[in-house]
């Protein structure tokens, strides 16, 4: 009997519209799975059953009566809590927000997924609030994962990594402030891809940081990703962000190899501060591509800027709720947030100014460069619960140094899409960045696809039994 919990979106998608199965089927088995494993995952919050088996039903009706069909038919996908969903209240991995009303409108990207005939089952487990590298909800419990269930997910998208790896949905939409796509996506094996800053809506999605929060899928395939990307594209005035200007689609990319691309790994401050794992993880796909070197200035300054703007912009954010719930919040947010509120104000206008001198900076090596390649997180999975690891002989903590190779693309809002490594022998996965300049997706699926075809990236989808 055929799986369907194993086909890409892709393949799903293709399988609906030739009638090889119906969309029920394809939702019903991934509800299956869902309820046979997710105890012990916990990837899902909320699994909307009544919705994704009407929303199937409507693909099937729309097919046997000869009406087009969107190009995700069928595809069943979910969504970190902090999309807004009919019917539920935007968690934002919080207990704050559960006294909330139920959204009356679905999140900006979720009617996109919509009209393309994609099909929603639920809202995933995340960070609180978003400020979380681990998958670790003090509210809920963690999001395991799924390849070794006593690690970490990685976060604040830990749901979104759990549920593709475990096989429960092919494609997740997660959030990326300072690297809270790529680094699931590294910890969990899958293909994370971060749109360039203000490409995708973030309409009727709660806020981290204003200035820095991008929202993107992770899938366990570089086409997956594309596809979804193609169908949630194109300007959003409910966004204030959101950037009128052309969005090609991705799709055609994939396969367009890197001919032409003038590639080159990343050194200096990304030769640093990881364990053997990322180092040999990134020269395998940087020897595979041929790639060169290059030392990107201000790294380290970038990062501390990152930390500055992110405590600031959060902790404004959340302001009247420290005043008045405080108890209610994780104690490590709730003290980051409150840390963040009382910087002062010359912090804020240097990491301002740090950005800016950044991003020239690296406008200015992309004129010699067309990638750049860097390791994604600097370890495999920690074990849950793990505060701290020894990086270079250096101990830190683990919740803040799993963005430490994150945090400078996402500052400047550049494209980046983590891809998965799985090295002989290990059973973790680790991943590594493509990075590209502004608006230019379609070179990081390029370099994404050509990877995935030699065979030298790619996801598996954990075994549960």
Known sequence: ??????????????????????????????????????GRVGAFTAVTTERAL???????????????????????????????VVGLPTLAGSKINRDHPPAARDAALIEKLAAADAVLLGALNMGEYAYDFTGENAHVGPS?????????TGGSSGGSGAAAAAGFVPVTLGSDTNGSIRVPASLCGLFGLKPTFGRLSRARSFPFVTSLDHL????????????????????????????????????????????????ARATGYFNGMQEAAARDATALVAGALGAGVVEIPHVAAARAAAFVLTCSEGGAL????????????????RDRLIAGALLPAAHVATAHRVRAKYRD???????????????????????LGQKTFDLDG?????????GLFTQPFSFIGLPVMSVPVWT????????VQIIAPAWREDIVVRVAGHLERAGLVGARIARLD
């Not at 409507?58 to 038919?73: E, I, Q, W």
């Not at 366990?220 to 194109?234: E, N």
């Not at 409910?238 to 367009?256: F, H, I, K, M």
């Open 54 to 84: 009407a929303e199937a039903d409507a693909v099937d009706v729309k097919r046997r009566s000869g009406a087009p069909l969107g190009p995700l038919a069928g595809v069943p996908y979910a969504v970190k809590n902090l999309f807004d």
């Open 424 to 431: 002989a022998g290990e059973t973790l996965p680790i991943g």
């Open 1 to 38: 009997m055929t799986d369907l919990t194993q086909f890409t979106a892709a393949a799903l998608a293709e399988g609906v519209k030739a009638g090889a199965f119906t969309a029920r089927a394809v939702a019903e088995a991934h509800l299956a799975r869902i309820a046979a494993h997710d």
């Open 361 to 383: 900076a690296m406008r200015a090596l992309f004129r010699d460069v067309d990638v750049i390649i860097a390791p994604a997180t600097p370890t495999r999975a920690p074990a």
């Open 394 to 402: 250096q101990r830190v903590p683990v919740r803040a140094n799993l």
């Open 144 to 152: 395991r994962n799924p390849h070794d269930l006593m690690r970490m």
């Open 216 to 263: 993107g899928p992770l899938g366990r395939s570089t086409a997956d990703c594309a596809a979804f990307y193609d169908a949630m594209r194109g300007h959003d005035p409910d966004d204030p962000v959101s950037q009128d200007r052309p969005a090609p689609p991705l799709g055609p990319e994939v396969g367009a190899g890197i001919g032409g691309l003038r590639i």
């Open 318 to 333: 959340h302001l009247d709720r420290l005043r008045t719930r405080a108890a209610d919040f994780d104690p490590d947010t």
